[in-house]
């Protein structure tokens, strides 16, 4: 019998790539074909389109935890295409791979479709048992050893009925867990003003721009917004004859970088000497510690000159004392009120997010916890390895998981219940600004077991109320009733609900520099994002990564120096040692890659993702490491922070799959051509201060 599958170009069977891309499509063109008679129309406001069979409709998708509003445009009541909402002020009609990409993750069939327990599917009765049960077992105990684990939250309704929760079980705990979590920001937040705020800066107005560490032109839920912010800046520097300036200061590329006027790339414990000396250059009083480099005079004076309409921004992974200082740099400057706005944070409980997982992991581990909610959050693949959390859930008696995919968590708890996605459910969500907007369905429900978290959340508290209703009773609470239902209809027509945060005025403190301990410039880990939760699309699997090109897969990034020095060429594979953890990794060396910097894109070595995931030969979220604000850490075993240990060149014991990315194809043949290539042990690293 001839093969299903037609020969694939190099001479194999076709990959799992193509399968999975293929079948996917398939399924997308086949949710198309449906005609309007069997599905009808389950959309709640007015279309946008001129015909009912294809209509744009407004809602509002997450990413990071904030929402960005799009117009969802739909053929025969299904969604088929994501554009921006021109009117929301998080796209201003504009999207992103992201966005784009929902439309395939809606449709994906290994999507999870039905309530398990033990694994298990079971009917929705018997979850409605279960929880009935665990609310009268914690009426008795007043709540003690409920706890809820829920990634970052801007969502009105959400936030309103986990207060709820906590209100009627006075001793029950609220813990969030984001693998990327900026803890650093807050804290030097803290340090400088003394209270959580939330940094916007206006691209549009900046004429002289500082990025320490920050990317806000490469992905992110302001990504958008500030893209367009710059352009249009640059526009009209143009059409003047006084372009602005942008300087960046990086260990790794990024988008931003490749824009600067002038990169540096810079080691990260060089990161805050650095900002040290353009500080003590602006004259920003209150410095308890100088610092020197030859860039920063030059620097300065560019941001001195712009006065206002300069800015100086701390990326994620810099230490608190970086975002401190680059808080007061901007005040020196005066940027508040023109080129930067301070907000309130749009999140509902900014904590540090790893001493909240901390806690919570400690507390299971002493039996205090007898019931555990995990909402959309993934514990078991984004906690650090070393942090124990599996170990410490296997000592509570209820575990229920709500997440759109069997993964890693959902195979260890008890409970799992499918979660629907965004665009065919109900909620509400803050842009990074704070603009709040209504998330409304656009599709018939796919998954008809789906529960969303503000059912089961109103579960603890009574008989489960729908999602639509939830939100609303927190609109009508903060409309009043008398205008609610045409505030109501307004709002899921323009996919906004209200305006931005205002702005706030803090005063810097007298005591908000706080220097951290100084470390040696060795071999550093910098962990950096990639596409994260969503590793499950092949969509975004498929897309080349911004400048390395990569796809399907990652790599350990080496500056060519660096890679040279240790005798890897592109595809080698390498064993990277941090604080006594393995991961092994394909080098891919980088030009413009701070010396000395190894950086470490996660998302991958996903167990239980489905088979568009990244494999154990990908680096896995869990290999990032939490660090108290203000620590830089060395490793605590073997030989000092950085020191490099290497095996002679012997035979390589490569698990990769040649043909998966551009740079393991290079590998491959280098391999052949090569029979005993390098094999570099590195170790032990540590890692950059922010993580």
């Not at 590329?253 to 540096?264: E, H, K, Y």
């Not at 998981?401 to 069997?406: E, K, L, M, R, S």
């Not at 390498?574 to 991961?583: D, N």
Request: hydrophobic residues 45%.
């Amino acid at each position: 019998m001839p093969p299903l599958m037609p020969p694939h170009p190099m001479g194999e069977t076709a990959g799992r790539r193509d399968v999975l891309l293929m079948g996917a499509s398939v399924a997308l063109a086949a949710a198309g074909c449906d005609g309007p008679d069997e599905h009808g129309h389950p959309l709640h406001a007015r279309p946008r389109g001129v015909a009912a069979e294809d209509a744009s409709y407004a809602t509002v998708l997450d990413l990071e935890g904030l929402g960005r509003g799009v117009l969802v445009r739909t053929r025969a009541g299904h969604a088929v295409k994501l554009e921006g909402n021109p009117q929301h002020p998080a796209s201003l009609g504009a999207t992103d791979i992201f966005a784009e990409a929902a439309v395939l993750s809606l449709h994906d069939p290994e999507r999870s479709r039905r309530i398990r327990r033990d694994g298990a599917p079971l009917p929705p009765a018997e979850l409605d048992a279960a929880l009935a049960e665990a609310r009268a077992a914690l009426r008795t105990a007043g709540g003690a050893g409920l706890r809820l684990l829920t990634g970052p939250i801007a969502s009105p309704t959400l936030a309103r009925l986990i207060g709820e929760v906590l209100a009627a079980y006075p001793g029950a705990r609220w813990h969030q867990h984001d693998p990327l979590a900026d803890d650093a920001a807050l804290a030097g937040a803290m340090a400088a003003f003394g209270r959580p705020v939330a940094v916007l800066p206006d691209l549009g107005r900046a004429r002289a721009v500082l990025c320490l560490g920050a990317d806000p032109l490469g992905p992110g839920p302001a990504q958008l917004r500030q893209a367009r912010d710059w352009s249009s800046g640059r526009r009209e520097g143009r059409a003047a004859g006084r372009m602005p300036r942008l300087f960046v200061a990086e260990a790794s590329p990024s988008l931003t970088g490749a824009r600067a006027d002038r990169r540096i790339p810079l080691h990260p414990a060089e990161a805050e000497g650095f900002a040290r000396a353009v500080a003590a250059a602006l004259g920003v009083p209150g410095l308890a510690r100088q610092g020197a480099h030859p860039e920063a005079a030059g620097i300065a004076a560019a941001l001195r000159e712009a006065g206002p309409a300069g800015l100086v921004l701390a990326g994620r992974g810099q230490p608190p004392a970086v975002h401190a200082l680059a808080l007061a740099m901007n005040q020196a400057l005066g940027a508040p009120g023109t080129s930067l706005r301070l907000t309130v944070p749009p999140l509902a409980q900014p904590e540090p997010m790893a001493a909240s997982l901390a806690g919570l992991t400690s507390a299971m581990a002493a039996n205090e916890v007898t019931h555990l909610l995990v909402l959309g959050a993934n514990p078991l693949a984004e906690a650090p390895a070393a942090l124990g959390f599996a170990a410490a859930l296997r000592r509570v008696g209820f575990t229920l998981h709500a997440g759109q995919w069997v993964d890693e968590t959902a195979h260890a708890c008890r409970w799992h219940v499918p979660l629907p996605h965004p665009l065919e459910a109900w909620g509400d969500a803050r842009a990074s600004c704070g603009t709040p907007a209504i998330r409304q369905p656009v599709t018939l429900p796919l998954v008809e077991a789906a529960r969303g978290e503000a059912e089961l959340l109103s579960a603890l508290l009574g008989p489960p109320q729908t999602a639509r209703a939830a939100v609303a009773n927190t609109w009508r609470t903060a409309w009043g009733e008398a205008d609610f239902e045409s505030r109501w209809d307004a709002a899921l027509e323009a996919g906004i609900a209200g305006e931005p945060a205002p702005a706030i005025a803090p005063a810097l403190r007298p005591d908000w520099d706080r220097p951290g301990e100084a470390a040696p410039a060795t071999l550093t880990a910098v962990f950096a994002p990639d596409i994260g939760p969503e590793a499950q699309n092949a969509w975004l699997q498929e897309m080349p990564r911004p400048l390395t090109g990569l796809a399907w897969g990652n790599a350990a990034l080496f500056d060519p120096l660096t890679a040279a020095t240790l005798g890897l060429a592109p595809g080698d594979e390498a064993e990277l040692t941090l604080e006594g953890r393995q991961v092994l990794a394909a080098c891919w060396p980088v030009p413009g890659q701070a010396p000395g910097c190894v950086t470490l894109p996660l998302g991958g070595g996903r167990r239980a993702a489905g088979l568009s995931a990244p494999g154990a030969a990908s680096m896995p979220t869990g290999c990032a490491r939490p660090m108290a604000p203000g620590r830089r850490r060395a490793s605590p075993c073997g030989p000092p922070a950085g020191a490099l240990r290497w095996s002679p060149p012997r035979r390589t014991t490569a698990r990769t799959r040649p043909g998966r990315c551009r740079g393991w194809r290079r590998a491959r043949r280098w391999r052949r051509s090569s029979p005993a290539p390098p094999c570099i042990r590195t170790g032990p690293m540590r890692a950059a201060p922010g993580r």
